[in-house]
Nanobody, 113 residues
Framework: VQLQASGGGLVQAGGSLRLSCTAS????????MAWYRQAPGKERELVAR???????NYADSVNGRFTISRDNAKNTMSLQMNNLNPDDTAVYFC????????WGQGTLVTVSS
C-alpha cells in the first residue's frame, strides 16, 4: 500500500493544522498507523499512533494538543494539531504497519513564533 500525506503548511504559533494520510489500498488490516516527524538536525520521532483495536498513543510533547484518527472505511488517517508552537516545526510522515513498514512522503509543517 502507498501512503500520501497532505495538509502541511505555514501557521502561526497557537494555530491549528490538520494533516491527512490517504492510502492506495485498504488499511483495515494495518495493525498500527502512525505519524512521525523529523525536525532539522534531529532524528525522526513518533508523534502519535493508532492501533487497530482503537487505542491511541501520543508523544508527551503533543499529548493534549494533537489527535490522531483513522477511518478504515475511507482508508485515511488524520492528525489534528492544535495550539501549535515552533517546536512542532518538522516534516511529518505517515506510517502504517502490517508485518511490513509502509512510509508516506513527508509534509512540511512550519510554525512561526
Amino acid at each position: 500500500v502507498q501512503l500520501q500525506a497532505s495538509g502541511g503548511g505555514l501557521v502561526q504559533a497557537g494555530g491549528s493544522l490538520r494533516l491527512s494520510c490517504t492510502a492506495s489500498g485498504s488499511i483495515f488490516s494495518m495493525t498500527a498507523m502512525a505519524w512521525y516527524r523529523q525536525a532539522p538536525g534531529k532524528e525522526r520521532e513518533l508523534v502519535a499512533r493508532a492501533i487497530s483495536g482503537g487505542s491511541t498513543n501520543y508523544a508527551d510533547s503533543v499529548n493534549g494538543r494533537f489527535t490522531i484518527s483513522r477511518d478504515n472505511a475511507k482508508n485515511t488517517m488524520s492528525l489534528q494539531m492544535n495550539n501549535l508552537n515552533p517546536d512542532d516545526t518538522a516534516v511529518y510522515f505517515c506510517f502504517a504497519y502490517d508485518l511490513s513498514h509502509h512510509w508516506g512522503q513527508g509534509t512540511l509543517v512550519t510554525v512561526s513564533s
